[in-house]
């Protein structure tokens, strides 16, 4: 797998407009069957049971993990044709803004300007490679792939929670062989 990176585990991209929403990791908030039921009585006498949620397959992101993702890679995207990384930067995280220059981006990203096509982010949906996870530091971690002409965009990224949304701190974007659908 080709995968660029900055030496200091990933790079922050772009901040996302999505908002945080604190049951990210089983997203309950975006399934009407995972809602809490009313607790008026005339709700409770003509719901008596409830199905239990629908399961999620693992390496489908939610409608919002999706947005993250495309956003993200797409922002990447434009960075890398126009070679300005300010919005970027500006847009990104305060961890990750604190740490590198729009100087340092358009250095770290050389590489994947010349090799690495993000445009397949807007088209085609992106598979997680291993269930969305907030870590210790309440950071959200996303990692996966995107098909892309035979091969796939692999991605990793982390987003950090910043005045109620998500801010992307830290990217890493590389190719590699087709994700199968079996895992």
Request: aromatic letters at 6%; hydrophobic letters at 45%; charged letters at 15%.
């Amino acid at each position: 797998m080709t995968r660029l990176a900055f030496p200091l585990a990933f790079l922050a991209t772009t901040a996302l407009s999505a908002t945080l929403v604190t049951a990210i990791a089983s997203d309950e908030s975006s399934h009407p069957a995972a809602k809490p039921a009313s607790t008026s009585p005339a709700r409770a006498q003509s719901h008596p049971t409830r199905k239990p949620p629908l399961s999620i397959d693992s390496s489908t992101p939610t409608p919002q993990q999706t947005y993250l993702i495309r956003a993200t890679l797409l922002a990447l995207h434009d960075a890398n044709r126009t070679g300005n990384y300010t919005v970027l930067r500006d847009a990104a995280g305060p961890t990750f803004q604190s740490r590198y220059s729009s100087a340092d981006l358009a250095i770290a990203f050389s590489k994947a300007r010349a090799s690495i096509d993000l445009a397949p982010a807007a088209l085609s949906a992106p598979r997680l490679s291993a269930p969305a996870t907030i870590n210790q530091q309440k950071a959200l971690i996303l990692s996966g792939a995107i098909p892309a002409n035979g091969s796939s965009l692999r991605f990793e990224m982390e987003f950090e929670p910043v005045a109620g949304h998500w801010r992307l701190a830290a990217l890493a974007v590389g190719t590699g062989p087709a994700m199968t659908a079996s895992r």
